[in-house]
């Protein structure tokens, strides 16, 4: 893991996808204590059950997001590239994440603390809220895109 | 329904005759997946149905069994076609059963076929799904063939699993290619897929192309079509631009019958391959 300089963080945030357009004070708030870190191929990125306190935001590579169960193998039922970002159990309690998350390509992603951004948010209700109207077509999206899979669109 | 001739393979009598197939014989088999085959056929004598266009597709005769049809996916200028069968049925189940030196029936070729010679000189984007590769097949080789005449060429591929993908050799040499885009994706995978996961349509944000100058051949089960056309649409391209391939019930294949009748369209006759803008308002519309 790597270690970044705040200044280095915000400028990944500002050029990503999801943080474009926010005011740069709201995005050097959530900067704090966020790093970015590489990944190699096969590295975790995050471990289901184990403790969300991250958010995690793509700058390169790929990123699986598995599911599995003690009588089963992993399934990849998503994965996620430059631009997109990993996690939502930072946000919603019990804060554990509820899927693995592994690379599957050299990948560099910008981490963000998730304690920090909940502080974040719920002290500066109209960035919370921006975040949000940000945070939910991606879940939206997720969950559309889930719907479709289970349509199991290839068969005719 | 229309009644089958039930030719001899070896007779000449029914030469001539629209509905009347004529003798192939199976060169060699590839098993795709576990239920898709690829067959490769040769006339048995002289013989031989007109050259194909990309898109197009031909009634394809399991003698003693009946004839089904299916899209073509290669051929060349001796008269051998590709056809990649999935057993879906009694007929395609005696198709995928073929081994090399078996007889097979051919009439055709039929329909309308992907607009090649239109997309000179814009960019392409082909999406494919499930089965839809195979009658794509033809399409990307002349895309391959006169690459100089087009602009970007992408294509994206999802299949269910990765053992639902078809080609799947081929597919690794188009990856090699330069001069093209190409994805692939799964809805789903194990550990040992480093490739993308996700809907066919997750991968067209990641597309380069011009939309207002592209062309779009999609093909795939129909809700797979139509998801991607709207996507594809939503993104800038224009409807009359973007080209599905319809599959229906064809029966006789040459607008006789009426069983693949699409709203006022006859599918054997005036697609396959139809411009989404001209289905759009049936496509989701039940019992149609």
């Not at chain 1, 590579?61 to 990993?86: F, M």
């Amino acid at each position: 893991m790597t270690e970044t300089g705040e200044g280095e963080v915000v400028r990944a945030l500002l050029k990503h996808p999801f943080f474009g357009g926010f005011e740069p004070a709201f995005v050097r708030a959530v900067s704090v204590q966020g790093t970015i870190r590489p990944f190699g191929v096969d590295d975790l990125l995050a471990k289901e059950g184990t403790e969300a306190d991250v958010f995690y935001l793509v700058l390169e590579g790929k990123i699986a997001l598995e599911i599995g169960s003690g009588d089963r193998p992993l399934l990849t039922v998503q994965t996620v590239g430059p631009g997109e970002v990993v996690g939502w159990s930072w946000l919603v309690p019990p804060h554990r994440w509820r899927f693995d998350a592994r690379a599957v390509k050299p990948s560099r992603v910008v981490a963000l603390d998730g304690e920090v951004l909940r502080r974040t948010l719920a002290a500066h209700p109209a960035w919370g809220f921006q975040f949000m109207v940000r945070f939910m077509p991606v879940l939206a999206e997720r969950l559309e895109n889930t719907r479709v899979q289970l349509m199991n669109i290839y068969d005719r | 329904m229309i009644a089958d001739p039930a030719p001899d393979p070896t007779s000449t009598a029914a030469a001539g005759h629209p509905l009347a197939p004529i003798p192939y014989v199976v060169r060699s088999v590839i098993l795709e997946t576990p239920d898709t085959t690829t067959l490769v056929i040769e006339p048995r004598a002289t013989r031989r149905i007109p050259a194909t266009r990309p898109g197009q597709f031909v009634m394809l005769y399991a003698f003693g069994v009946g004839e089904s049809p299916i899209g073509v996916a290669g051929g060349n200028s001796h008269g051998q076609l590709i056809h990649t069968v999935r057993n879906a049925g009694k007929v395609t189940q005696a198709l995928t059963r073929l081994t090399p030196g078996d007889a097979v029936g051919v009439r055709g070729p039929y329909g309308q076929g992907w607009p090649v010679a239109e997309a000179r000189g814009k960019d392409v984007v082909i999406v494919a799904g499930g089965l839809g590769l195979p009658p794509l097949r033809q399409a990307i080789y002349e895309l391959f063939q006169h690459r100089e005449a087009y602009g970007r060429i992408e294509i994206i591929y999802g299949a269910r699993t990765p053992k639902d993908l078809v080609y799947y050799d081929e597919i690794q040499t188009w990856r090699h290619r330069s001069d093209i885009r190409l994805q692939v994706t799964v809805d789903a995978a194990g550990r040992d897929w480093y490739g993308d996961v996700g809907v066919v349509t997750t991968r067209l944000p990641d597309a380069r192309f011009e939309p207002e100058k592209t062309v779009a051949f999609v093909c795939g089960p129909e809700i797979m079509m139509k998801l991607t056309a709207q996507a594809l649409v939503a993104r800038g391209v224009k409807a009359e631009s973007t080209w599905i391939s319809m599959e229906r019930n064809m029966k006789c294949a040459i607008g006789f019958c009426g069983h693949c009748q699409f709203g006022p369209s006859f599918i054997c006759r005036d697609g396959p391959v139809i411009r989404y803008r001209d289905l759009e308002p049936l496509l989701g519309v039940r019992e149609v």
